[in-house]
């Protein structure tokens, strides 16, 4: 999209509100994973991590991988237009908990 060249979307809340799904790709198998940006972003602000995307993979690897290989492959990530159906369940945040964070953005 011509609008992400100018205000691109830099970090999990800034998904959130834009409604953009954050997918995870294995860089050496075909595993996929789709997450719900609310709830990625939950996670992330439960746990205190920082939630910029350029480091949301430093958090998780590929379960595949590990168990075939051994080995702890990051994924790459990035964002689509749109909320497309999540493979995941993670606990979304509650109504108070993301007005007080749209809140603190403006």
Known sequence: ???DLVNPV???LDAA???RTVRMSCTRCPRVSNYDPHAMWWLFERKGWADWIRDVHRHFYCPDCRKTNGAKV???VETLDGLVPVDTHLAMPSE???KNALGRRR
């Open 1 to 3: 999209m011509k609008r």
């Open 17 to 19: 509100v834009r409604h």
């Open 10 to 12: 830099r970090d999990l």
């Open 96 to 98: 108070r908990d993301w």
């Open 74 to 76: 990051r994924p790459r």
